[in-house]
C-alpha cells in the first residue's frame, strides 16, 4: 500500500515513472521504499518500468559525463613566473599603494619577456643575500636592535634630506632600523620555513617538503649566480672586513634615533630597492662613490659586496600602512621569487592560469608543488555508490605533470586514441577489466588520469560501469570487493607506472 | 574562513564540474565557482550548504549570461595569453570524442532550464531536497523532473546520434 503521503504518485495503482526514478535514486523513505519495491516485484510491466528507469539513468550519466572533457587548466612550469608577475602585480594593486605598484611592476616586468628564472633567481638574491644576513644577526643578537627606518643610509632628495658624505670609520657601530630587521625576519622565515605561518595568505601557498637547508642552497646558488656576473672574480669565502656604512641624517620631522652597536658594521653596506638593477655592476666592479640621493643610490658606498634592504622611500615613509605594504610585498616577492627557483629547480609544478581571489590562498594549499616520484603515492578505493551504478577505483599520484587523458575498454566503446598508453598496455589494462568483471557485472570500464580540481593531485582513475538492470536493491551493484578492486589498481599501476604517464613538458 | 576552506575542500570539484556541463567552459565554471565560494566568505551562516552553494552558482550563471559577451571576450583575452607561455601542445583528442562530446551538448541544451540545472545537480549528487531547495521547486516534483529530464536526454542524444549516422552514411 502507498503511504498516505504518496498517493499521489501512484496512478492506477502504478507508482509513475517519478516515483520510480525517485525509488531508484534511494531518496524514498523506507516505508515508501519497500511499497514500490513489493509493487515492482510483482508486476511485470512496472519491472519493465524499472529496468527502462536504470537504463536513463545509466545513460544519462554516460551522456553527461562526456562534457566532462573539456580542455583543462595545465600548463607546464614555464608559465609559471608570468602568472607569479600578475600574482604580485595584483597584490600591489589591491593595496592601492602607487608605490609599491610602480616597483612591483619595475621589477618584474624585464621578467615576462626574458629568460624567467634567472630574472627572478636574481630578485631573490638581491632581497635574500641581504635579509639572511640581516636575519641571522637578529637572531643571533638576540634583541631587536632599535631605531627609525628613516636612519637607513638612504636618502631621497624630495624629502629633503642631505646627503651625507661623512663616513664612519671601520668597525663603528651603525644604526639598524627594526622595520628593516623585522622584515628580514620574516623574509626568512617565509623563504626558510615554509610552514612558518605569517598571516599572509599567500604563505599558504608554500609547497611543502622544502626544508631550510634546500632553502639556504638555493638562496647560496642564487647568490653566486647573482654575485658572479661572466668575468667577475667569485666572491671571498670569508666574511668581508667591516665597511662603514654611509650615514644619513634623519628627516626633520623623524623622531632622534639611538644608534644600536650591532655587527651589522661587518656586514656590506646598504642598498635601496630602487638599485636592484644597478647592483650587479657595483659588486662585481666594486665602485663604490656617491648617487643619486633622489633615486635612493647608496652614499659613499665603499667596493666590497653589497646588502640591500627593502626599503621605502621617505615619502612613503610619513605612511605606516604604505610601509607595511612594502614589508608585505617584499615577503610577497621573496615567496614568489623562491617559488620559482625552487620550481626550476627541482622539479616541474603545474599551476593555474591565473591565480583566484579566493582560490589564491586555497587553491594554492590544496595543489601542492608536484615533484617527479618514481612511483604512486597510494591507490585508494572510492566506492561511488552513485544512481548510476559505477563503481570507482582511484588511485592517487602525485608525479604526474600536466597528463589529461583517458582509455575506454570493454564491449560498448572502442578504445579511445590515447597518447600516452601504448596498444599492448591499453590492451592489457583491458584485459585486466574485463577478467575483474567477469561476471558480467561491467558494461564498461574507463581508465583516465586527471589533474583533480579539488586536490591539485593527479589522479589515475579506473571508473566502472556496472550493469545494475538485474539487480535488485539493497544489493551491492558490483561484485568485485573492495580488494579485488585494489588489486585491480595496483595492477593497472604496475603496467601504466608513473613514467609512462608522465607528459612531456619542457 | 575554516568553514569557507571546508566547503571548498568539499564542494568545489562537484561544483566546477556542474558548472562546466552547465556550461561547457571550464574557465568560466571556475570563475562562478570562485564567485560562488566567495559569497560564501561573505554569508555568515548557510543552513544548507550544498543546495545554498549550487543554487548561488546557478544563480550567477543565469546574471553571467547578461554580460556573457563581455565576459567571454575577457576570458579568451586571458586564455590568449597564457597559451602564450604555455609550451605543451594541447592533449589531442580523437575526433570519435569530440563528436560525442558535442552531441552531449546539443541534447544537454535541448532540455527546458530546469530539468537540466535538476540532472545536473543530481549527477553531483544532490538530494532530493537540496535539489528542490537550489532549484525553489516542490520537493515532490523532483522525480518527475529528473525522469522527464533523463527521458528527454536521452532521446535527444540518440536522436542526434542517428541524424549524425545519417549525414555520414549519405555523404558515403
Known amino acids: 500500500m502507498p ?17 520510480l526514478h525517485e525509488w531508484l535514486d534511494e531518496q524514498l523513505s523506507v516505508d515508501n521504499a519497500a511499497a514500490v519495491e513489493s509493487h515492482v516485484a510483482g508486476c511485470a510491466e512496472c519491472g519493465a518500468l524499472v529496468a527502462e528507469a536504470r537504463g536513463l539513468i545509466a545513460a544519462s550519466h554516460r551522456i553527461l559525463s562526456a562534457l566532462d572533457d573539456v580542455p583543462a587548466n595545465v600548463i607546464p612550469v614555464t608559465a609559471e613566473a608570468a602568472t607569479l608577475h600578475h600574482r604580485v602585480v595584483d597584490l600591489a594593486t589591491a593595496r592601492q599603494s602607487q608605490h609599491s605598484l610602480r616597483h612591483a611592476r619595475d621589477a618584474f616586468q624585464p621578467l615576462r619577456t626574458s629568460t624567467r628564472w634567472r630574472q627572478w633567481a636574481k630578485v631573490a638574491a638581491v632581497l635574500l643575500v641581504v635579509l639572511v644576513p640581516g636575519y641571522a644577526l637578529f637572531k643571533s643578537d638576540g634583541s631587536t636592535p632599535v631605531a627609525s627606518e628613516q636612519s637607513l643610509s638612504i636618502t631621497d632628495s624630495s624629502a629633503g634630506a642631505a646627503p651625507s658624505t661623512a663616513a664612519p670609520p671601520a668597525g663603528t657601530a651603525t644604526t639598524v632600523p627594526a622595520p628593516a630587521a623585522d622584515k628580514a625576519a620574516n623574509a626568512v622565515a617565509t623563504v626558510a620555513s615554509p610552514s612558518v605561518p605569517t598571516g599572509n595568505a599567500a604563505a599558504k601557498s608554500e609547497p611543502a617538503g622544502v626544508s631550510r637547508a634546500e ?10 649566480m647573482f654575485a658572479s656576473p661572466p668575468g667577475a672574480s667569485p666572491p671571498a669565502a670569508t666574511p668581508p672586513p667591516p665597511l662603514p656604512v654611509a650615514a644619513a641624517p634623519p628627516p626633520a620631522a623623524a623622531p632622534a634615533t639611538q644608534p644600536v652597536a650591532t655587527p651589522l658594521a661587518a656586514s656590506p653596506p646598504v642598498v635601496a630597492a630602487d638599485q636592484v638593477s644597478q647592483l650587479p655592476t657595483r659588486s662585481a666592479g666594486g665602485r663604490g662613490g656617491g648617487g643619486r640621493s633622489a633615486t635612493g643610490v647608496v652614499e659613499n658606498a665603499p667596493s666590497g659586496p653589497v646588502r640591500q634592504v627593502s626599503v ?70 572510492t566506492r561511488t555508490n552513485c544512481a548510476t551504478s559505477c563503481e570507482t ?15 575506454s575498454s570493454g564491449s560498448t566503446r572502442p578504445p579511445a586514441v590515447m597518447s600516452q598508453l601504448s596498444s599492448a598496455n591499453r590492451d592489457r589494462i583491458s584485459e585486466l577489466l574485463a577478467a575483474s568483471f567477469a561476471e558480467a557485472d561491467a558494461l564498461s570500464g574507463q581508465l583516465r588520469c586527471t589533474i583533480s580540481r579539488a586536490t591539485g593531485s593527479p589522479l589515475l582513475e579506473v571508473l566502472i560501469t556496472t550493469n545494475a538492470v538485474n539487480r535488485t536493491r539493497g544489493e551491492a551493484r558490483c561484485s568485485t570487493s573492495d580488494a579485488e578492486l585494489l588489486q585491480l589498481g595496483r595492477a593497472i599501476e604496475s603496467i601504466v607506472g608513473v613514467d609512462a604517464l608522465r607528459r612531456r613538458v619542457p | 574562513m575554516e568553514h ?14 556542474y558548472l562546466t556541463r552547465r556550461l561547457g567552459d571550464r574557465d568560466w565554471a571556475e570563475e562562478i565557482a570562485q564567485e560562488t565560494f566567495l559569497r560564501a566568505l561573505r554569508q555568515e551562516t548557510i543552513s544548507s550548504e550544498r543546495s545554498w552553494l549550487f543554487a548561488v552558482a546557478t544563480n550567477l550563471v543565469r546574471d553571467d549570461a547578461r554580460k556573457q559577451s563581455r565576459q567571454r571576450k575577457q576570458l579568451e583575452l586571458l586564455r590568449v595569453e597564457a597559451e602564450a607561455h604555455v609550451s605543451v601542445d594541447p592533449e589531442p583528442t580523437s575526433m570519435e570524442r569530440d563528436e560525442e562530446r558535442a552531441l552531449a551538448r546539443q541534447a544537454v541544451e535541448s532540455l527546458a532550464e530546469k530539468d537540466r540545472l535538476a540532472l545536473l545537480m543530481r549527477e553531483e549528487g544532490l538530494d532530493y531536497d537540496e535539489i528542490a531547495a537550489a532549484l525553489n521547486i516542490t520537493r515532490s516534483s523532483v522525480g518527475t523532473t529528473l525522469s522527464r529530464a533523463r527521458r528527454r536526454l536521452a532521446e535527444q542524444f540518440e536522436a542526434l546520434q542517428r541524424d549524425k549516422e545519417g549525414h555520414g552514411h549519405a555523404a558515403s
Not at chain 1, 591565473?354 to 601542492?368: I, N, S, T, W
Open chain 1, 3 to 19: 503511504h498516505p503521503d504518496m498517493r499521489e504518485f501512484w496512478v492506477n495503482g502504478h507508482p509513475a515513472e517519478g516515483l
Open chain 1, 393 to 407: 577505483v582511484v588511485l592517487h599520484v602525485s608525479s604526474l605533470g600536466a597528463v589529461r587523458y583517458s582509455v
Open chain 1, 215 to 224: 632553502a639556504e642552497h638555493v638562496v647560496a646558488d642564487a647568490a653566486r
Open chain 1, 312 to 381: 621605502a622611500p621617505t615619502s612613503a615613509l610619513a605612511s605606516p600602512a604604505v610601509r607595511s605594504d612594502s614589508a608585505s610585498l617584499a615577503r610577497e616577492i621573496a615567496e614568489v621569487a623562491k617559488r620559482v627557483i625552487t620550481t626550476d629547480s627541482t622539479a616541474r609544478q603545474v599551476q593555474r592560469q591565473r591565480p583566484l581571489a579566493l582560490g589564491g590562498a586555497l587553491r594554492a594549499e590544496m595543489r601542492p608543488a608536484i615533484v617527479p616520484r618514481t612511483s604512486f603515492d597510494s591507490v585508494t578505493l
Open chain 2, 4 to 17: 569557507v576552506e571546508r566547503l571548498f575542500r568539499l564542494y568545489h570539484a562537484p561544483l566546477v564540474r
